[in-house]
């Protein structure tokens, strides 16, 4: 199953934006699914993961802020993100993620296109 995300945008610091991710066929067979964003000069981050054992877990940076859900009956693992920081600056991509030794892992090496967020100040 192929991931493919939308939702990319322009806002001010403090709007919101709504990130899709849509796979290619059903997801209801993958566990866990994560967000990540990608920002220049700087190692890819996971922002947030929603796992069907555990409760979604998200980074500090943006705890508070961001929402991850799951539409299994759309194949669709939106992320809501709220009170955007300029910071928060970056691309962002989905992608399947694995559990071990308390850590999550991609699942795949595919990372597709992602989506552009720019927040500005």
């Known amino acids: 199953v192929e991931q493919v995300e939308s939702g990319d945008g322009l806002v001010q610091a403090g709007g919101s934006l709504r990130l899709s991710c849509v796979g290619s066929?059903?997801?209801?067979?993958?566990?866990?699914v994560g967000w990540y964003r990608q920002t220049p000069g700087k190692e890819r981050e996971l922002v947030a993961v929603?796992?069907?054992?555990?409760?979604?877990t998200y980074a500090d940076s943006v705890k508070g802020r961001f929402t991850i859900s799951r539409d299994d009956a759309k194949n669709n693992v939106p992320l809501q993100m709220n009170s955007l920081k300029p910071e928060d600056t970056g691309v962002y991509h989905c992608?399947?993620?694995?559990?071990?030794?308390?850590?999550?892992?991609?699942?795949?090496?595919?990372w597709g296109q992602g989506v552009q967020v720019t927040v500005s100040s």
């Open positions: 992608m399947p993620v694995l559990y071990y030794d308390g850590s999550y892992y991609p699942a795949d090496d595919y």
């Open positions: 066929g059903s997801i209801s067979s993958i566990n866990a």
């Open positions: 929603i796992d069907s054992g555990r409760s979604p």
